[in-house]
Each structure stands twice: as C-alpha cells, then as structure tokens.
C-alpha cells in the first residue's frame, strides 16, 4: 500500500507546500485497459477540489466516453465541485460550428484549443484523451507539443492517455504509468459489452 | 486505437449478444497508479448505464478516495442514472455500528457483506478497491474469495484493485491489467499533491 514518502529529499530549494503544488504531466499508455478510466478518475478529484476541468476528447466513435460524458456534465451541473468543459473531435469540437475536413484537421484544430486554454490558464486539469495518437500520426508536432506544456503558466495538469506515447512526451512527463495487457476478454473471442467498455 | 474486435470466435455455443452479458472479473494490479482511478472511472460507465454500484474500499486512510466518494454519491443522488452504494472499512462499514476489533476483523467482515451482496445480487458492478492486500496478508482467503466469485449469479461485474494480486484471482480474471510504474514524482522527491493523489 504506498505510503506517500517520497524515497529521496531534493536539494531544490522548494518547501513541502511548493512541492505539493507543482504542475504535473501525466501519461496513461500502453496496450491495457484503464488509460482512459484512470484519467477521467483523477479528473473525479479535480472536481471534488473545485477545479475547473477540460476534457479534450481526440476520438471519434460516438460511443466511447458517453458514460464519463454523461457522470463529468452531471457532476459540473450539480452545482458542487469544479466546472466542466467536455470538447470532442467527433461531432467537430464544441467551440467551432465548422465542420472540419479531415480527422487530421480536426485533431489540429483540438489541439490549438489547448494550446490557448493551456496560455489562458482556462482549466486547473486537462484530460487530453487519446492525444498520443495524432502525435504519434504526424498529425501534432510532437516537439512542439512538449515545448507548449513546458511553458504553460501557473499550476495546471496535464494527463495525456493512448498507446505508444513518443518518447519526448515521456521524457517531459513526471508521472507516466504503462497499462499493461495481462489478460483481455477479447482474446477468447468476447466482443466489448456495454458498462465496461463505454 | 482499439476496435474492439476479437481475434478469435469462440465454439462456445453462444450468441453474440449472450458473450456481450458475460459477468467480468476485473482485476488491476502492479507497481504504478491507476489501478483505483480506473476502477472508479469503470463505476462511471456503470452508472450512466443504470446500473446499481456497490464500492467496498478496503483502505484506512481517511484522504484516501474522498474525490471519488463525493462525486459517486453525488451522481447516486442525482436521479440518472443508477445507486451507487460506498462503503467504507476506515470509519467501520457502513452496515454496522460495532467497532471492529483490528484491521483483519474489518476486512473479513468486508468481505463477508460483499459475499451476501453477490449472493443477493445486490449490485451489478462491485468495486472492491485495494482488496488485494487482505487476501495477500492472510486476512480472506483467497481461495473461498474465488470459489464465491466463481458461483456468483447472474450478471454481476467485480472489479478488484491492490498490488500483487495473489495467482488464483489472476486465474479466474477475464481481463488482468497490470499497471506498471514507468516514472513517478515520488522517485524526485516529490510528495502526494491534493488533487491528484486523493
């Protein structure tokens, strides 16, 4: 059961309180399940600090997400915790009555936003989920990705989820877990059933 | 980007749609974070779809979860969506006022009340978080735990978390994910942050 000690002590010259509240960069991947659950799970807490939250959605089926969708605007409605901001690429994002021409534009489009949310410090977490894909497509410059989040001001988190996050991602990240596939119901031929998988 | 499409089609003599109401034991193990975050974010889904939820939080710390309890209780009372019911070990379960005699006592009797609810049906996802501590320490055995799993009726999803999950449960999982610790802020000195951690 982890304990919350850190194993060494800096030499940074930071308190503990300014420790605490350092702006973290957290990456889900790998080819388990649970990088996207985690993440809309730490986004539970941010609501529960009264933190404004933004999810920016880099996927397009229309069933996926609709059960975080659905629980996150309940929970921004209900008047307790943080506010919540949903965005999502498939039916075009949320600020753009515009249709976009390709998923490639679209994803840029995506990633502009937060870009410019990230310079407004707009929201105190940011769930960019499935953002590793349009990196690992071309689709987003990579470098200029990281070097974006290195300067975004104040105390806003970042957690970026998908497979085969590049490794300058990685390399800036200063909490990455990996989920790993031991065993998956679809290996013995189950399809995806509604409640776990959206 | 997962498609959900498995790579073999069972000669189990079900249907689809029968394969798709399958019962899941869901078991999130490993070094790194995430294994409660995603279950909890699994609860979610659970919710949106109706689904009664009973969470079991077999953890002592008072910090520990407060995000995830507020929001679940709060989306509970909301009206969509399904129950969810939180019962918690620290404070003494919710189901009885006695004081138990130590930790192991309380576990026990944790999981006594989850074996009822399975045999009740009480609830359609059980979140049974850091439950894999007691059957490591000898507090449940391990063994009955998966025998009542294993007879459980109907369509009752369990999804357990904790590090070192002990073999038998891997074994009678549908879907293991193992979260592995790839980078964290504690290796920099880093400590627990609000927010993030709880």
Redesign the interface.
């Known amino acids: 059961?982890p304990h919350?000690?850190?194993?060494?002590?800096?030499d940074?010259g930071l308190t503990?309180r300014q420790?605490?509240?350092?702006p973290?960069l957290?990456v889900?991947?790998?080819t388990?399940?649970?990088?996207?659950?985690?993440?809309?799970?730490?986004a539970?807490?941010?609501?529960?600090?009264g933190?404004p939250v933004g999810v920016f959605q880099f996927?397009k089926s229309a069933k996926w997400r609709?059960?975080?969708e659905?629980?996150?605007k309940?929970?921004g409605a209900?008047g307790?915790?943080g506010r919540i901001t949903w965005h999502k690429m498939g039916e075009g994002w949320s600020w753009t009555q515009r249709d976009m021409g390709s998923s490639e534009e679209a994803a840029r489009e995506g990633w502009a936003q937060v870009a410019r949310d990230l310079t407004a410090a707009t929201h105190?977490?940011y769930v960019l989920d499935?953002f590793a894909?349009p990196m690992n497509w071309g689709w987003v410059d990579t470098d200029e990705v990281v070097a974006t989040l290195r300067a975004r001001p104040g105390t806003q988190?970042v957690v970026i989820t998908g497979?085969n996050a590049p490794a300058p991602l990685?390399d800036a990240?200063?909490?990455?877990?990996?989920?790993?596939?031991?065993?998956?119901?679809?290996?013995?031929?189950?399809?995806?059933?509604?409640?776990?998988?959206?």
Do not use: C
């Open positions: 059961m919350g000690r850190p194993t060494t002590v800096p940074d503990t420790r605490r509240a350092r973290l957290i889900h991947t790998g388990g399940k649970g990088k996207s659950t985690a993440a809309f799970g730490l539970l807490r941010a609501w529960n600090q933190w996927v609709v059960g975080e659905r629980a996150l309940v929970l209900s307790e915790g105190r977490l499935e894909y988190h497979r990685l990240a200063d909490l990455v877990t990996e989920m790993g596939k031991v065993k998956h119901p679809m290996d013995s031929g189950q399809k995806g059933q509604r409640g776990i998988e959206w």
